[in-house]
């Protein structure tokens, strides 16, 4: 299957502009801004020093972004994409279903 150069730049840009955002978070927060940051970005949510809360059945708890779904998810992908793949494609190295389980 080829790829869509055009799904690539917008994947790298938003990363981009997260790293970019990042940088200004960081500028304004040296001159004592604060910020409340919704959403669900690991490359944010791994600011220095920043509270990050998660909203779950329980409740509203301070997490450490590691501890968070999203992180977790993002890491496992780039550690061992093709281990994902096969989970979420639901096959087996040789290309047969399979019935594999997210752990």
Known sequence: MAENPSTNSR???RSGRQL????RIHELANDDSQFIITGHSPILMAYPDAWV???SAAGIQRV???DTEHF???HDFV?????MLDILLDRTRDGRKG????K
Do not use: W
């Open 79 to 83: 550690v061992n994409p093709e281990r």
């Open 72 to 74: 977790q998810v993002m």
């Open 64 to 66: 450490h972004y590691q």
């Open 99 to 102: 019935g594999h389980v997210l």
């Open 11 to 13: 994947t790298a840009s």
């Open 20 to 23: 970019a955002l990042l940088s």
């Open 53 to 55: 809360h998660e909203c």
